[in-house]
């Protein structure tokens, strides 16, 4: 019989225990959204409908890996469970040296801690840097550089690897600068910042080639490792026939080291690593930070059980059936908004779909937010929880505090992995259609008080 390609067309996993979610009315919502300031931060998960603020922790794990749970060793020193972590590590990333943390940025602030006390002027080069990231670079007094490729600024123009790095202004810049004030070049995979974009395979190996050549150490920011490996496996012709495990494998290959947030490709709700390939200084002083910030080297940030479920979910991650329903699901939200009258970044991304809210709403006044703006309609409208990238999010402001409009205005819908069934995408289509054709009820927003530093997270806003 002729083999049919049923695979993406189904959720490959079946339900074993349920959660309600928030039913609500239009008058409670708006209710909520007061009280939260207009800011659906503040939002009690519990009056959320669909919750698309983030995949970051947000996924469901699976059978195996809540039996993994139960088998944890809360040994201090030597637990088994961190061997079974490190040996996966291992084995997907090739590297030897094996930091477990509690989450991704526990990681970045050991790695650009110990980077920075080599010398001053230093700039760490990306595809793009996380939030985060970028953060711990620049709180160590050093530049965050991002070059992505100008494929990834024209939203609307599909290209298979919009996530890539820019390898002629890569060069550039290691002419320029001189290697030795570059310490580090980052490969976001995939590229949360611009769209949750795939980096191809030959991108990362020409970068790697760049690199070696000018002695500059390349690290994988891996959260969404196997996402990407899909992507590849997709989109590169000569990866078709390989599996997701294999092109990790190479992707890593490329790379001296790698951190990962597991609470993404790793499908555990927290926990995380840094890996390096050699035992060199950095892995040295990683380890003596390690202890001091985190906790001793065979438990890090995380419990024995953590580390068991963990260990599971690297290798669940990579499983076809689940990545090719993983990508799908993504695209079936991003083509159906599409259809709607909804622009997005265009293909959609790996873990999000990303609303182009200047496009959306050209005639929004940008001292309003727009982006903020069309978050909380989302939410007055269907309970749908997003998240502003936008002037809220960047948080600059003049000389007098006024706020300064952004280049881009976008609403990421981040899809938790696991949670919800194509219904529930279906849903959040049909609101957002209605959104599309509604949009004289946008309502803008002003700031009322927010904090100097990471003002979207707790800023108060209100209606105008
Ligand atoms: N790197 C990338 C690419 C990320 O997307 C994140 C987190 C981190 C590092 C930091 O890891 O949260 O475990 O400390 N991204 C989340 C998000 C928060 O919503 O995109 P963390």
Not at 318 to 341: F, P, Q, V
Request: net charge positive; with cysteine.
């Amino acid at each position: 019989m002729k083999e049919i390609n049923w695979k993406t067309k189904f959720e490959p996993f079946k339900i074993k225990m349920t959660e309600p979610v928030a039913v609500t009315t239009a008058a409670r919502r708006l209710r909520v959204l007061k009280k939260a300031c207009f800011n659906p931060f503040n939002i009690p998960a519990e009056n959320v409908t669909i919750d698309f603020l983030t995949d970051s922790g947000t996924g469901a794990m699976s059978h195996t890996q809540w039996g993994a749970l139960m088998t944890g060793d809360e040994s201090y020193a030597g637990a088994r469970s961190f061997y079974k972590l490190q040996n996966a590590v291992q084995s997907i990333t090739g590297c030897k040296y094996v930091l477990p943390v509690h989450q991704g940025r526990a990681a970045e602030r050991i790695l650009t801690g110990l980077i920075a006390a080599q010398k001053p002027g230093q700039t760490i080069v990306s595809n793009a840097h996380f939030d985060t990231t970028r953060a711990n670079v620049e709180a160590n007094r050093m530049e965050a550089l991002d070059i992505p490729v100008k494929e990834s600024y024209d939203f609307a123009k599909p290209a298979p690897f919009k996530g890539n790095i820019d390898i002629a202004k890569l060069k550039k810049i290691i002419k320029e600068k001189g290697a030795a004030d570059i310490p580090l070049v980052i490969m976001t995979v995939t590229n949360n910042t611009m769209g949750g974009q795939p980096v191809s395979m030959a991108n990362i190996r020409e970068a790697a080639a760049v690199c070696r050549a000018a002695g500059i150490p390349m690290f994988l920011d891996c959260a969404r490792f196997a996402e990407n490996a899909c992507f590849i496996k997709q989109r590169e012709k000569e990866y078709a026939k390989i599996s997701p495990l294999e092109i990790a494998r190479e992707m890593f290959s490329y790379a001296q080291g790698c951190w990962m947030s597991s609470k993404k490709d790793a499908l555990v709700n927290m926990g995380g690593f840094l890996a390096f390939k050699r035992d060199g200084a950095w892995a040295q002083k990683a380890r003596e930070a390690l202890i001091l910030g985190e906790g001793f080297l065979n438990y890090g940030g995380m419990s024995g059980r953590d580390m068991e479920a963990l260990a599971a979910g690297l290798m669940e991650g990579l499983d076809e059936n689940y990545l090719a329903y993983r990508l799908e699901s993504t695209r079936y939200l991003g083509e159906g908004l599409l259809a709607a009258g909804v622009p997005i970044i265009n293909p959609p991304g790996g873990h999000a779909v990303y609303i182009d809210v200047k496009k959306f709403l050209p005639d929004f006044k940008q001292a309003r937010f727009p982006a903020q703006s069309l978050v909380c309609h989302m939410y007055k409208t269907g309970g749908i929880r997003a998240v502003e990238i936008g002037m809220l999010m960047f948080g600059r402001r003049d000389a007098k505090g006024n706020w300064m409009p952004a280049d881009i205005e976008l609403v990421r819908l981040a899809i938790p992995r696991r949670v919800y069934t194509k219904s529930h995408l279906d849903y959040v289509i049909e609101v957002m259609a209605h959104i599309a054709k509604n949009k004289k009820e946008i309502k803008g927003v002003k700031v009322v008080w927010a904090p100097q530093s990471l003002a979207h997270f707790s800023a108060k806003l209100a209606e105008v």
